[in-house]
């Protein structure tokens, strides 16, 4: 097959807070031809992620900066148009990290085959793929979650969250989840929230909390930072759990944070705070995706994507997640 040219999303701009459409640019590339060992892919699905946020700026970190004038990259799922690797064949789907593009070239080790008969291609970027593992690498692997504890999830009706609300009802434990309106506090009940705040309304979050959790919190998964922090520090039982997934909340401000005022509970109640990032527990994902593909099919977890169209809309997808505009996995369709 020959393909001259495809169109890739470049960064064009660093946003200052909150980014807008002109911090993108959409242009054309050509496709090289393929040497020995390489595939030709088309992307089916690309996924957009909080933690790209933290890509636009110029510093170090666990993943390098995105470059102005360069295309951004993160998971993305394909099928193999053309290949001259023994590993892949025309037809093959493949998970990768060559997302905001239509198409690519890439050697065959920098690709992934996924079996779609346990999943269907997208969920390998949401529920069987990176945000469901964070959910189960964090409850299970950093707060070591126990039947009978209550969790306090925030950004519940979130790729992450969803995920993470319905694996602490499956371990048997009490869930206490936080969203920003009453659609998706309605699904949260739904998958078995044992209470739902909607933090948008509730006022005073731990008084809200606390009416949530009378006996208190065991766990908190750490979404969002800020008064959700705050409420959950205020709430944590003795010897408490927090593990520190993301900080959504800050990722576009434009001043420091103010830390939790009530920081120093952590020393009265002997809490635990770990931050983690799922890449560090990769040699578990095989674990996982045993769990995961056996929950699915036995109808166990439930999953909602949030689905926009084509490549143009890939910018409006990842700003539309600080904005709450998606209820599960938000997902661009590229094919
Ligand atoms: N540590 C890791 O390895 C790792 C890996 C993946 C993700 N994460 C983190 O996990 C969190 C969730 O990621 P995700 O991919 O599942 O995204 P997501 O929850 O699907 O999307 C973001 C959601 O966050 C909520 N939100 C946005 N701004 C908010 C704010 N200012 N205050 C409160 N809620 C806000 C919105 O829902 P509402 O309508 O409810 O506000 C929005 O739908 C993020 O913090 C992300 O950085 C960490």
């Known amino acids: ?134 959910a189960w690498t964090g409850l299970t692997r950093i707060a070591h979650i126990k039947a009978g504890e209550t969790v306090f999830v925030s950004a519940a009706s979130g790729a992450v969250g969803a995920i993470a609300v319905q694996i602490a009802k499956l371990q048997g434990c009490r869930v206490v989840a936080s969203v920003g309106n009453e659609e998706k506090a309605a699904w949260l009940r739904e998958l078995g929230a044992d209470a739902v705040i909607n933090y948008r309304t509730a006022g005073d979050l731990t008084a809200a909390l606390k009416a949530a959790a009378p006996e208190g919190i065991d766990v908190y998964f750490e979404n969002v930072g800020g008064a959700h922090l705050e409420a959950a520090l205020n709430v944590l039982k003795p010897n408490g759990r927090v593990a520190v997934c993301g900080m959504i909340e800050q990722y576009n401000a434009t001043e420091a944070p103010k830390g939790p005022s009530n920081i120093a509970l952590v020393i009265m109640k002997r809490l635990r705070l770990e931050g983690f990032i799922v890449s560090d527990h990769w040699g578990a994902y095989p674990e996982f995706v045993a769990l995961m593909a056996k929950w699915l099919a036995e109808g166990k977890i439930q999953t909602r994507e949030t689905i926009r169209e084509g490549l143009e809309a890939a910018p409006d997808a990842f700003i539309g997640l600080f904005r709450g505009e998606n209820t599960g996995k938000m997902l661009v369709r590229l094919s």
């Open 1 to 134: 097959m020959f393909l001259e040219s495809t169109r890739e999303v470049r960064l064009a701009s660093r946003p200052t807070g909150t980014p807008t459409a002109a911090n993108f640019e959409i242009a054309s590339t050509p496709v090289p031809p393929l040497k020995a060992g390489e595939v030709l892919v088309k992307n089916l699905w690309m996924s957009v992620d909080p933690y790209m946020r933290g890509r636009m700026v110029d510093r170090e970190s666990y993943v390098p900066p995105f470059q102005i004038g360069k295309p951004l990259d993160g998971g993305a799922v394909g099928e193999v148009l053309e290949s001259t690797s023994p590993r892949f064949k025309v037809g093959d789907v493949v998970l990768h990290q060559f997302g905001w593009r239509e198409h690519f070239v890439a050697a065959d080790t920098q690709v992934h085959a996924v079996d779609t008969r346990l999943a269907p291609p997208q969920a390998w970027l949401g529920a069987i793929g990176m945000t469901g593992m964070t």
